[in-house]
């Protein structure tokens, strides 16, 4: 019976037996380390290390005893580089030297032994050296095609001799790929000899392009087919390369042929080699990684597009043409319901949308042209109604060749409208709720553009178009006050925004118009945003509309009764006033904001108009100053509206003043000094901490630099006089309430109002004194200072701390 130690035996005896192991180990290293370092400096012998020696020396790592794998693959490498450069300069310079007997012995022994000798290194497991002969053979099975055609066919057609030639090349090195498996190179050289035969064929023969393309197309269907059978990855990767050459440009062709076809027949030749491109893809999609096979997908729908669309619009007129690919791409989304890869219904699907995407492009400048072309109304304002819609969008846009835009945006938002519809009643699978909502608000753009349109494209009566975009407006209006899902009432909300500024332009053509849409415009926003179940932003910029609108129809009321631009001033001041009282009854805070902010645009409006006219600007300002002061009122707004306020009637008093020819500063300075006293005033009562300088520091300063810098250039003596008297008066109650800012402003300008009526007789005394005087004064000057530093310089410091401790 085999005896078990316990566990704690065991581990001390399984201890021992490792140290005795380690030390075993480096015995063993550090007498192999001795070894090496022998056999390197023979010439030197080193004595045998004693056993203590042997024990403490680190371990040596041994040097390689051969070359490494990158080493012998260089040498490889250079060795077939210079077998091949050797015979190549054989072939070239040497060969006129022997008879056609000894060519051929020489060609046919070299190439034999060539091809055979990776089979003899592969047998001792050479696999490397076999690889380099092998890459030797095949450069010589070209160099044998040549000398070929040299010596055997000399007569023969090149590109013929080139075509059969590398035809018999791929198909040997394939053979020869096939029978010796381990071999990396010679089944991907057989893929890329593959890509000439056909095409050195049409070349030969002189194809035409329809003939080049078949060629290519065939060769990437054989490509594919590697790319599907082929054995190894970099077979496969060469097929795959020679696939994505050969058969994107065989699709170009077959495109090109299909543009510039005539006529129906003549596209049918280019659309059936687009077909049958589109089928290669497809043929390679099915098996494919998915990447690759959402490209491929793409490409096939693509290709099919441009075959059926090509056959349908050599029959059409060029601008419908739009139409029939449009057509053509959207048929390919029942895509969906065959039983293809995933990944390639994606790239189907993909093509699909890319065909529309691009019809929706080649639809977008029409667009713009009759949302935008109202802009020219605003060169003559008022100057009549056109007879049709097309009078009042200008000549851009040649409208018969863009008779076909208004049926793309109509089949594109029906196509829109339909997928959302499957896809709430559930008959196809719907996607996450980002494209649901995409595609409702896709519609809902691409509608309203399609009507749009048009009325451009059928040069509809002027009263219709207005009434038309009118009710667009409305309908989009309606659609942004809904609630729902964010996406679609603010694509809703933009569209109606643009479309009242374009509908608004183009009511400025004609007085009745102006005052109807604007005033429908007005009706529409400000129901809109009462009745509204949208998110505060929408309510807002609703609200702003209709406050835009009441500023146009306040301002063509002004021009209605022949006033000029001033006078109009105060009718649009109407608008900004309603606004206020708007803002206090307005329950949202958002939307109230943004009801008095498009005011206070209307106030800049005002503003702006009454700017030529002095007195009239100075009653506008006022008139906003009263405004502003009703806005303060309310709780939350007093900081920002009251200043405002007060900087209004400032700007109004100035202006009228200005207006009444005063040109004395302290007319303007001194009721602003006024007020701000006031404040400051009512600020020191109710904070005793505040600072002089925050308190009376602007209320003395904006009246007494003025002032002070026109007195400088006054000539007379009431302006220096009065000025010192005041601040005489301020520096002295600064000094009694022990006020800093009173008593520094009011010195400093007493001091040089001083300086300034002294001036004139302190240059007539330095002109009497002779010109040693000024130096030597201001030399007794600087030694009685310098005598009298210490105590001065404790003067100054007793005034510094006398300012300190003012308030």
């Known amino acids: 019976m085999r005896h078990v130690p316990p566990p704690a035996e065991e581990l001390a005896l399984l201890d021992h037996e490792l140290a005795r192991l380690d030390a075993r180990r480096t015995q063993l290293l550090n007498r192999r380390a001795w070894l090496v370092s022998v056999l390197r400096a023979p010439a030197v012998p080193a004595p045998f290390p004693a056993p203590a020696a042997r024990r403490q020396a680190p371990a040596v790592p041994s040097a390689p005893s051969a070359p490494s794998h990158g080493t012998q693959n260089v040498l490889l490498v250079l060795g077939g580089l210079l077998l091949t450069v050797a015979a190549i300069a054989f072939t070239l310079f040497s060969w006129g030297e022997m008879g056609i007997a000894g060519r051929s012995a020489v060609l046919a022994a070299v190439t034999a032994g060539a091809l055979v000798a990776p089979a003899l290194l592969l047998a001792r497991r050479l696999p490397s050296t076999a690889e380099a002969v092998a890459v030797l053979a095949l450069v010589l099975t070209v160099l044998d095609a040549v000398a070929l055609h040299a010596v055997a066919a000399p007569g023969t057609d090149g590109l013929v001799f080139s075509a059969v030639a590398s035809a018999v090349l791929a198909a040997v090195w394939a053979l020869y790929g096939l029978l010796l498996g381990r071999l990396r190179v010679p089944l991907p050289a057989a893929v890329v000899a593959g890509q000439l035969p056909l095409v050195l064929t049409a070349w030969a023969v002189d194809a035409s392009a329809t003939g080049f393309g078949w060629a290519l197309l065939v060769t990437a269907a054989a490509d594919v087919a590697v790319v ?23 699709l170009l062709i077959g495109l090109g042929l299909s543009v510039s076809a005539g006529g129906p027949l003549a596209a049918v030749g ?26 491929a997908g793409a490409v096939a729908g693509l290709a099919a597009v441009a075959a059926v669309g090509g056959v349908l619009r050599a029959g059409l007129p060029w601008n419908w043409a739009v139409v029939a690919y449009l057509l053509c791409g959207l048929a390919l989304s029942p895509v969906v319901r065959l ?3 995933r990944p390639v219904g994606r790239g189907v699907l993909g093509a699909s949308a890319a065909v529309t995407a691009g019809a929706l492009v080649w639809a977008l400048p029409v667009v713009a042209a009759v949302l935008l072309g109202p802009v020219s109304v605003l060169a003559d304002v008022w100057s009549g109604a056109p007879a049709g819609f097309r009078g ?13 835009a208004p049926v793309v945006l109509a089949v594109v938002a029906g196509v829109l409208a339909a997928l959302r519809l499957g896809w709430a009643r559930g008959t196809f699978a719907a996607p996450s709720q980002g494209w649901r909502v ?10 309203w553009g ?10 509809v009566p002027y009263a219709m178009a207005v009434g038309v975009e009118l009710l667009l407006v409305g309908g989009l209006l309606a659609l942004a006050g809904r609630r729902g899902s964010g996406g679609v009432p603010l694509t809703a909300l933009a569209c109606a925004l643009v479309g009242a500024v374009s509908v608004g332009l183009l009511a400025l053509a004609s007085e009745p118009a102006t005052y109807a849409v604007f005033g429908c415009l007005l009706v529409l926003f400000a129901g809109a945003a009462a009745r509204s179940e949208a998110t505060a932003l929408v309510r807002s910029a609703l609200a702003v509309g209709s406050v835009l609108c009441a500023i146009v129809v306040a301002a063509a009321a002004g021009a209605s009764l022949g006033w000029s631009a001033p006078r109009s001033a105060p009718v649009v001041l109407v608008v900004p006033a309603v606004t206020v009282l708007l803002g206090a009854r307005l329950r949202v805070a958002a939307v109230a904001l943004s009801v008095e902010a498009a005011g206070a645009f209307g106030a800049l409006v005002a503003v702006a108009l009454a700017v030529t006219d002095a007195p009239l600007l100075a009653l506008v300002l006022a008139l906003c100053g009263v405004l502003a002061a009703g806005s303060a009122v309310r709780p939350g707004r007093r900081p920002a509206a009251g200043y405002l306020a007060a900087a209004l009637f400032v700007a109004a008093m100035w202006v009228r003043l200005g207006a009444s020819g005063v040109t004395a500063p302290e007319a303007y300075t001194l009721p602003v ?21 925050v308190a009376y520091g602007p209320a003395l300063s904006v009246t007494m630099v003025p002032s002070l810098v026109v007195a400088w250039s006054d000539t007379g003596w009431l302006r220096p006089l009065l000025l010192g008297a005041g601040a005489l008066v301020v520096t002295l109650v600064g000094a009694r309430l022990r006020l800093q800012a009173p008593l520094v402003l009011g010195g400093s300008v007493l001091a040089l109002v001083g300086l300034h009526e002294l001036a004139p007789h302190v240059v007539q005394v330095l002109d009497a004194l002779p010109r040693w005087a000024p130096p030597a004064l201001a030399g007794l000057l600087l030694l009685a200072v310098g005598a009298t530093y210490e105590q001065r310089l404790r003067d100054a410091r007793r005034v510094r701390e006398s300012l300190g401790r003012m308030r």
Not at 681 to 688: A, E, F, S, V
């Open 228 to 250: 599907s059978w082929g054995r190894g990855l970099a077979v496969r990767v060469t097929a795959a390369v020679g696939a994505g050459v050969t058969g994107p440009v065989a």
């Open 673 to 693: 000094s006024v007020a701000a006293f006031g404040v400051g005033w009512l600020r020191g009562r109710t904070d005793p901490a505040v600072s002089s300088w």
């Open 392 to 404: 009042a969008l200008g000549p851009s846009v040649p409208w018969p060749a863009s008779a076909a």
């Open 339 to 341: 039983r293809a890869p």
């Open 270 to 295: 280019p659309g059936t080699l687009l077909l049958a491109g589109a089928g290669v893809a497809l043929a390679g999609a099915w098996r494919a990684p998915k990447e690759w096979a959402v490209a």
């Open 438 to 447: 995409a595609a409702e608000a896709g519609a809902t753009v691409v509608g």
């Open 450 to 459: 399609a009507v749009a349109a048009l009325l451009a494209v059928a040069d």
